[in-house]
């Protein structure tokens, strides 16, 4: 058994059930955890296949932030979707949206 690189007071013990959440999916991997700690440590290929599965799943990859300037309707403030968003979210345009604002400078937009 290997120490822990964390708290250097456990030792490290194989284990099949690490969760990792991405995006509202849970992959179970295989890795290591502390004795002590609890750290978990993903083993190399398991964290290679997550992120091959989460590409597919269009989850891993994309950007993360785009920066669009707001604009001006006779009937209020407008915000532009780039196509790019549009195509990989299959958007029409008449779809119905939920705009939620979270803290002081934040948006939230789900698709329903």
Not at 29 to 38: A, D, E, T
Not at 40 to 67: D, R, Y
Not at 81 to 93: A, C, S, V, W
């Amino acid at each position: 058994m290997k120490p822990c690189p964390s708290c250097e007071k456990g030792n490290l013990t194989e284990v099949e059930d690490i969760a990792n959440e991405l995006e509202g999916y849970i992959f179970i991997v295989n890795g290591q955890r502390c004795s002590s700690c609890s750290e978990e440590f993903i083993e190399e290929h398991a964290g290679q296949k997550m992120i091959t599965t989460a590409k597919k799943l269009g989850l891993w990859g994309e950007p993360l932030k785009l920066h669009r300037k707001l604009s001006r309707s006779a009937r209020g403030t407008v915000l532009r979707i780039p196509t790019d968003i549009e195509k990989n979210l299959h958007l029409k345009g008449t779809e119905d949206i939920t705009i939620a604002k979270i803290g002081d400078r934040k948006l939230l937009i789900e698709i329903e």
